[in-house]
Nanobody
Framework: VQLQASGGGLVQAGGSLRLSCAAS???????MGWFRQGEGKERKFVSG????????NYADSVRGRFTISRDDAKNTVYLQMNSLNAEDTAVYYC????????????????????WGRGTLVTVSS
């Protein structure tokens, strides 16, 4: 297993969750991204972080509410999600991109090389 996402669950609107993505093998220390896919919807970029954590990027819909971080000593990337609302309900996937220019955060799903299985986040209103 290269990527293992966890931390999803059921939360009330306004609540918080923290997702984790544990990397192994070739994905260790890679640029990472979080994507989400709601039921019947396409997979969309949520947030990404560069290899050394110097650069981060967020979708407009989550900026100011979500925070991405990484702990390379633990080979783990986190997504802290605050002020959750019903529109955040989705399966969240972490992904790794093996080759990237320094400081660049890719938002296109097709350019990521490895994907975790996803963790379901359900926000009740």
């Amino acid at each position: 297993v290269q990527l293992q996402a966890s931390g999803g669950g059921l939360v009330q609107a306004g609540g918080s969750l923290r997702l984790s993505c544990a990397a192994s093998g070739r994905t260790v220390n890679s640029p990472m991204g979080w994507f989400r896919q709601g039921e019947g919807k396409e997979r969309k970029f949520v947030s990404g972080i560069s290899r050394n954590g110097a650069s981060v990027n967020y979708a407009d819909s989550v900026r100011g509410r979500f925070t991405i971080s990484r702990d390379d000593a633990k080979n783990t990337v986190y997504l802290q999600m605050n002020s959750l609302n019903a529109e955040d309900t989705a399966v969240y996937y972490c992904a790794a991109r093996l080759r990237e220019a320094p400081g660049v955060v890719t938002t296109q799903a097709a350019l990521y090389d490895y994907w975790g299985r996803g963790t379901l986040v359900t926000v009740s209103s």
